[in-house]
Nanobody, 124 residues
Framework: QVQLVESGGGSVQAGGSLRLSCAAS????????MGWFRQVPGKEREFVAAISWSGDRTYYPDSVKGRFTISRDNTKNMVYLQMNSLKPEDTAVYYC?????????????????WGQGTQVTVSS
């Protein structure tokens, strides 16, 4: 089992930055691929970023590429999402997720553990 707890959400003006953190507990965190997703009411959950267990491979959709950076610290069981140049359309609940898959997935059905989410609101 892996337990995930997100933090760092909040309200920011467009163009600002936020750093989300995800604290993981449980066994074998360092062997999991990790991802971030986001969801707004009435819409499907959207892939935001993923990172391999070693941190050497990262994946982003075009909507956030160049603005968001995912990273991890396996010594602290932490995953981070640095979000820069935020836009109002980035407003959502952001979720941290863990997967057993070696290659980090980009679809939510391939993640096995989820955090409770943290709200990010970007105002124009």
């Amino acid at each position: 089992q892996v337990q995930l707890v997100e933090s760092g959400g909040g309200s920011v003006q467009a163009g600002g930055s936020l750093r989300l953190s995800c604290a993981a507990s449980g066994r074998a965190f360092s062997s999991n691929s990790m991802g971030w997703f986001r969801q707004v009411p009435g819409k499907e959950r959207e892939f935001v970023a993923a990172i391999s267990w070693s941190g050497d491979r990262t994946y982003y959709p075009d909507s956030v590429k160049g603005r968001f950076t995912i990273s991890r610290d396996n010594t602290k069981n932490m995953v981070y999402l640095q979000m820069n140049s935020l836009k109002p359309e980035d407003t959502a609940v952001y979720y941290c997720a863990a997967s057993w898959k070696f290659i980090p997935p980009t679809i939510d059905s391939e993640y096995h553990y989820w955090g409770q989410g943290t709200q990010v609101t970007v105002s124009s």
